[in-house]
């Protein structure tokens, strides 16, 4: 125990040094804007008001009621809500219906196992993504409530009765377990400052986080204030865990950060201490533990109960930066991001940035782009679709939208802005071959400019190729006959988990029997060698083989082939499937028939022969038809001898049909 003792002390006193104390009067604390290095989130089960019963008008049925209560300078606010089911009943889950409504306009995601949820929401003020198979969207018109109570009223009268209602405030993120009893009263009546815990939990940014403004921009050490100030249901026993994480946005960390950590809290509370900075010291109320040690639960001591005494003890303790206070109602965890970097180790900023103030139109235009996810990848192209109903939210509107590229600009069509690129085209990077990095910039009517980061996966992709040689550069779509080929069997996914198996594959060359080359993802014969692939990248799966084209008679190979391969994938769920690819190849002979082999001899001198009968015989067939088709008058007998007075007639009648042979012609 006394060693426990020394060791809290030496915690505490390690690194302070003496000073004269500060007036606590030159400490005005003023409220922190994010952006200005330090950012304080909790989770925690408390809620404004809230209540749970057993009133569901049927047992497999849950009515949820969800009311979130925003601040009147809210703009576009974002909230992702997980709903998981209990043990013991996602074998035969309830029908869960969720009622939700908001004083803003806000972007709801939803995330859930296999689960039949049915979300009832006003869609003029909610923009709603289901990330589920069995979710069902109603988008009745609510009227407009006025408040978490209102909306509560409304959905007993609807319904019959609810399960259990929240007034969440605003948080970030909601886990919300169903699939249980979690009240036992006959009706959901609101209390103040209720306790969800059995079936709700919620991560906040706290927006009250407050600084003293240090007049140099490089303090020498700064203190973080953190008050737990819990109600009197949780004055019991328990416990915190507490992180600080010192980043950095461009550069590296400063990691010799000193800081002065003062934890105030009930006296029965105990922090556990996660990761903090080398130089720390502790300033802590109750009981804490340090999880890089084994010293067990060290004895704090007291704090003073107001803000001012925190505040004049830092100052006690030779600290005059007082870099952030922060008051949290409730809280089950706590961390601390601290942006320093190590190139200016502790230069903070003492005024506000415009474009990261939480309701900025940077911070309204980077919520709206991540739930409304605009760009997508396809083969070879982004494609960016920005439909303009969902800037009607906005006070200071789109005018102009790039790529990180700004000749690479998206068309308007009036109801969109439209934007389409190549994957080589306007500053894309493509990453593991599969992840697509670029940066979305809009321009305001103001001037202004918001970039906006994005990625998008390239669709998932299984391809067969054939190569000639080893190195498997250039595919190709000829098959050597009696020589090497090579083939490759690829799978492009984003699924770092998923697996791809080769069961078979075979060549089917035209008119032949298939040839068998892989079976049960084993070679069939000697001629098929599987080879080692390169190492899987996170972006693709492999598998290589080789084989030799041979015909099994010897005769000669054919023109052309089909090469078919079967595969299965398996990813880290249950599922699976199976898949066929194919590939048509031209087969290359090297050893055509040589050109001096044609027609032998016998065959020539028979067609020779053969001409010369048919020559012969069309030859008789005409001199028939000739003969038996001749004119009757030449065949008439002609006198020897005629008479005197007819000699010179027919002499002359001869010499002129000789003479004129078509005369005759037309005698005839």
Known sequence: MEKVRCLALLLAFSSATSANPVNVQGCALQPLEQGQGVRVLYSTSRVPSGCVS???????????????????ENGVSQLHLNVLSADGNSTHPRKVVFVVSTNAFSLLTVRSEDLPLTFIYNSGNILLAMNTNNGDTNKT????FASGEELLTWAKLKYGGVSSFANVGSPQRIRFQVGKEIGASEDCIPETDFNAGQYLEMDVVSSEVKSCPHPSKKPRKEAHIVWLQQG??????????????????KGDPFKELSVVLVLKSQPSLLWNIGSTTHSTQFLVSGKYSLKHMSSGKIDGEALPDSKEGLIRK??????????????IPSANRITLEVVRCAEQPTEVATTPQASSHPHSPTREIEGLLRIVVPWRCLENTIE????????????DPITTMTLRDPHCVAQDNMTHFVLRSLLKDCSTRVER?????????VTLSSLQQVTVPFQCDLPEKLSLQLYSTPEFRLPSATLEFNEVAYVQVSLRTADEESSLQLEECSLKPTGQTSMPLIRNSTSTSPSVEILDAPYNSPGTRVHRFRFIYETSDGGRSSSSATLVCRVSLNRHNPSSFESSLEVEVKVKDPNPPPPGQGLGIGTVVGITFGAFLIGVLL??????????????????????????????STNHSIGSTQSTPCSTSSMA
């Open 141 to 144: 018109k609510l009227p407009s």
């Open 232 to 249: 009197h249901q949780d004055s019991g026993p328990q416990a915190v865990e507490l992180n600080m994480n010192v980043t950095c946005d």
């Open 384 to 395: 960016v679709v920005l439909a303009k109903r969902y800037l009607i939210v906005l006070k």
């Open 433 to 441: 071959g599969i992840h697509v990095k670029n940066e979305l910039i």
């Open 54 to 72: 057993r009133a569901a008008p049927e047992a497999d049925l849950e009515v949820h009621v969800l009311y979130f209560q925003y601040g009147s």
């Open 314 to 327: 830092v100052h006690d303790r030779g600290i005059d930066f007082i870099a952030s206070y922060t008051e």
């Open 619 to 648: 030859t008789a067939a005409l001199w028939y038809i000739y003969s038996h088709t001749r004119p009757l008058a030449k065949m008439q007998p002609v006198s020897v001898n005629p008479p005197a007075s007819e000699s010179s």
